[in-house]
């Protein structure tokens, strides 16, 4: 509300200057030049922002005020520019910087937009949503948990093991489960242990997990892999279902739940770069839109 009665305001001021200059609006005249001086103000404010950020000692104001500030008054910033300027872009510099203050306000509406949005997304499409910088790890562990079900029902899969093996998951993810647990509780798991089944039995899991499976946990991000997708990744299982025997369907449930966290792990990263991304592009046009900002002004005040 307050940016929006200083752009009232300024908006009035300018339209009975620009009404009443002989040779119309200017940036060297006084209400021009306060123009500029309370525009590149709001840009100094909001380019402050990140200093805060990184010296969370300040004790200047509430965090929320200064991300408002630095939304709202980041925002006036371009029309009281463009009242400065008279609408008129001018020579190469000032052309340049007003180009840099549209793309800079764009970039930070579509990022304003983006913090807004994508955590809702990432509640809703990564339940298990894990620290970000924990995700390799994540994804090795799911993997071992995976080798470890299947060889409990079709014995060695030739893999290489580690010295030492992870039992437990990161972040939010949960601490790693015995395989083929649900339905009959540690009973279950103490028989999964013990399933002895034939080679005709265990050869459709055998071939899907070291065909399919298991190359998906390694590299989930690779494109033609049906179980990056739930819905395809849900009927290889149910087909899987019919061929095998009862007493391995729930280690089956167990994988299909793996694969479920690893296209999750790969949703978080998704969201993760849309989230912070767009700071690659408004950061750097910030620092230089401060900048010849700087120089603009030193160099109209001077000459």
Known sequence: MASLLLLAV?????????????????????PGLTFGVIGFGFMIFAALLGARKRVPTWRIGRA?????????????SLPVILFHSGFHFGGTLTSVLMWLLIITVASGLIGAVLQHYVPRMMTTDVKLETIYDEI?????????EADRGVEAICGSLGLGRS?????????????ARTMATSGGGAAVAAAAETVVLTEEERAPLRKFYLSEMRPFLEQPKQRGSRLRDADKAHGAFAG???????????TLQDLEDICDEARQLVRQEQLHRLLHGWLLVHIPLSLALILLGAVHAVMALRY
Not at 10 to 20: G, K
Not at 64 to 74: E, K
Not at 136 to 144: I, Y
């Open 10 to 30: 300024s908006a009035v001021v300018y339209a009975a200057y620009a009404t009443h200059a002989p040779g119309g609006p200017t940036g060297g005249s006084a």
């Open 240 to 250: 899987l279902q019919t061929l095998m025997p009862q007493a391995a369907q729930a």
């Open 136 to 144: 390799g790890n994540v994804r090795k562990l799911l993997r071992e």
């Open 163 to 175: 010295a030492k093996e992870e039992v437990q998951r990161a972040g939010g993810f949960s601490a």
């Open 64 to 76: 929320q005020a200064w991300m408002r500030g630095h939304l709202w008054l980041g925002l006036l």
